[in-house]
């Protein structure tokens, strides 16, 4: 791990702090879940086509009918 410094306003880091304490973890172990659900929550909304890796698993049954969408998402 790296360690890295941030700033937030006392508002988000009372709420922040409040929320991990709910959860019985830390204020850094809450901002790494919340960094990390962001980043999959990107990845799920971007277009298969954007997507760095490649390929793998069967083809779509419907993909000459719906290439648009699996290109470029809905």
């Known amino acids: ?3 890295t410094t941030i700033l937030l306003p006392d508002l ?9 304490r709910a959860r019985g973890i830390s204020l850094g172990e809450l901002i790494r879940r919340k960094l990390v659900e962001g980043v999959k929550e990107r990845e799920a909304k971007e ?3 954007f ?4 390929w793998k698993g ?5 993909l000459s009918k719906n290439h648009d969408t699996y290109l470029y998402g809905s």
């Open 58 to 62: 069967n083809t779509p049954a419907d």
């Open 47 to 49: 277009p298969v086509f």
């Open 12 to 20: 988000v880091r009372k709420a922040a702090q409040g929320e991990a």
């Open 1 to 3: 791990m790296h360690r």
């Open 51 to 54: 997507r760095r890796e490649s």
